[in-house]
Structures are given as structure tokens and as C-alpha cells.
């Protein structure tokens, strides 16, 4: 679920942005020394992104707050960025940094993004199935509509069953 220019995990929208972002992205090097002595660099491939930051949750409910997130910890989901594209991640750390009397709590975080080639069974596309519309997807998911509206510009309405060949782009 997002909600335009709201950070969000899966179904979790943050109620307030993280007040600190960072979005690493690395390739993966491996080098050799020649016979000459010099040195070959080569590009083994592209690592997974890692997003991690901080921020606070604010209000007479913080703590419950921080509490559903933990609750999504190792759990995989579409994560939602303002002015970022949809990446598939993991929610790798969570850490209550510090709790005071005047209802706020300070916390940082870590989401690790699945691999473009990752052989593991979290979904990025699904196909239709004639019954399930993309409203019915974006229930199901925890995707916002008008997301998978954007990410899907060959389905022309959101209300009718998407058809069994058709793909579905979730992120």
C-alpha cells in the first residue's frame, strides 16, 4: 500500500518520512594480477541495492507503531520510496534507537532489495488468471492502485479481470 509521497513497506505506510535515506548501489569486482604486474579489474555483477536510514515515529501510539513494523522484520514486500521506483526488498534490521517521555521513538533500518535473478519465489510480474482484477491485485498485494496502474500501461481498465495470458508488472 502507498499513499502518495509516504514511504511504504507492504500493507506498513510510514507515517512520517525517514528524516535520514540512503540507497546503495554496488557492483560486484574481482581482480587479478597479469604476468606483467599489472592488474585486471573485472565486473562480476551487480549486488542487490540496500536501503537503510532513520527517522522517528511521533504521537501517543509511536510505540505501537515501531511494533508493527518490527512485526515485518525478515519479511519480504514491495517497498516504496518518494520519487524512487518500487523495488522488491527485505526488511534485513530493524533498531529502536532510543524511547523518551515525550511520545516519540528514534529508529534506523535496513531493507536489502531481491535480486533481479534471483531464483527465490518472491513475485515481481504474475499472470492473470480471468477472475482477479487489478483492484483485486492491489488488495491482495498491498500494492497502490495507481502503481500497478503505472506499472501496467497495456491493461486499459483496472475494474475487469486481467486474462490469463496477461502479464501482470508488480514492481
Not at 555483477?45 to 505501537?64: A, L, N, R
Not at 522488491?88 to 536489502?112: H, I
Not at 499472470?127 to 498485494?141: F, H, K, P, Q, V
Amino acid at each position: 500500500m502507498n499513499i502518495d509521497g509516504m514511504m511504504s513497506f507492504g500493507d506498513f505506510v510510514f507515517p512520517m518520512n525517514p528524516s535520514l535515506l540512503r540507497v546503495k548501489n554496488e557492483n560486484s569486482i574481482s581482480s587479478t594480477r597479469t604476468s606483467d604486474g599489472s592488474t585486471d579489474v573485472t565486473l562480476t555483477g551487480e549486488k542487490p541495492v540496500v536501503i537503510s536510514g532513520s527517522g522517528y515515529f511521533t504521537g501517543e501510539g509511536c510505540v505501537s507503531t515501531f511494533e508493527r513494523l518490527r512485526e515485518k522484520l525478515g519479511s519480504a514486500a514491495v517497498l516504496y520510496i518518494p520519487s524512487q521506483r518500487p523495488v522488491l526488498a527485505v526488511l534485513k534490521k530493524l533498531e529502536l534507537v532510543c524511547e523518551n517521555a515525550e511520545n516519540a521513538v528514534s529508529y534506523s533500518f535496513e531493507f536489502v532489495g531481491c535480486r533481479k535473478n534471483s531464483r527465490n519465489r518472491l513475485k515481481r510480474v504474475i499472470y492473470g488468471n480471468d477472475e482477479a482484477s487489478l483492484w483485486d491485485i492491489s488488495y491482495r498485494t498491498g500494492i497502490n492502485i495507481d502503481t500497478l496502474v503505472s506499472l501496467n500501461p497495456h491493461i486499459k481498465r483496472p475494474d475487469i479481470p486481467v486474462r490469463g495470458s496477461e502479464r501482470v508488472n508488480l514492481c
